[in-house]
């Protein structure tokens, strides 16, 4: 190679990246424009017993439709969110609609009912966190043990001191905290006695291993035998099929989301999904 190949080569995989920055950039700018114009909007899926297939509560699920009227997914700008700090004033509108839309469910009868709301790393280290959720339980008058918080396992990793600091003060306040995508992070088992949660969220990818394989199901039998030795309770995300969802009652997990039991939904269909379902 001469040294001009090896120049070309730089300034080939340096214009890539620029595309990739610009690709970036432009979709922080298009995230922000619809957030501001009240462009996002949330669905809610419900949760369920596997058994009887009754509801108790329904996650918050942030979507955006751009410009085009395309669905662009969370998993793609959830990170941008993220990296441009916008996460903490679009999840500070999740938290509080979430909180909002929970009232009115109540009001439709259902008693008791959880509301689950994602939040990012960013937005549960933000020195305003604590507050900003008193100020969402205070203003929608919602009891905080029927609000849930998924946090996710890396996130209880990074700075254990401050997490462990603020899920204390979460507790006291009532409100409870569960691991999402349990099994796919890498928090060590005496972290996970210390943080304290009430819930761990066995991720997708262990509940589609349950139909395929030798070891089927092992890593969800595993995580449902961790959660009653530190007596947590455990749902299972991603449920697609009867086979799942009955190994999993046999496995002694009672508690299930998916497309099995529903998709995602408006809360208009939600409204209606829970009248057919009470
Ligand atoms: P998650 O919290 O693990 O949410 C579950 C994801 O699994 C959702 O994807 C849901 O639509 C999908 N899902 C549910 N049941 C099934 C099933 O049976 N089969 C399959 N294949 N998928 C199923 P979604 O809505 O695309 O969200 C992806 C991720 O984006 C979420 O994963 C969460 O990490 C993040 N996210 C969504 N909304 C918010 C939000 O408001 N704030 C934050 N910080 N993150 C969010
Ligand atoms: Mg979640
Ligand atoms: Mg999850
Ligand atoms: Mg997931």
Redesign the pocket.
Known sequence: RTKSDLRSDHTYFTREMGVEIRERVRMMHALRAAFEAERLY??Y?PQVEIGSGKPFGV????RWKNDDGELI???QF?PIAEYSGL?VNI?EW?LRTACFELVRISELGFQQFRMA????QA?FMHPLFLQMLKRALTDSGISPQNLEL?ITESMAMTDPELVIANLEKIKEMGVRISI??FGTGFSSLSQLQKLKVNKL?ID?AFINDICIGTDEGSIAKMIIELSQSLQLEVIA????NQLQADTLRTFGCHHA????FA??KNKNDLYSWLEQHI
Not at 117 to 120: A, G, I, K
Not at 237 to 240: F, K, L, N, R, Y
Not at 257 to 260: A, E, I, N
């Open positions: 949330i669905v899926q996650e918050a699920l942030l997914p969370p998993d959830i996460i999840g999740v709301v994602n939040v990012s937005q998924e999402d995508d969220k997708r995300e991603g449920v697609e989301q998916g497309f099995l998709k995602p």
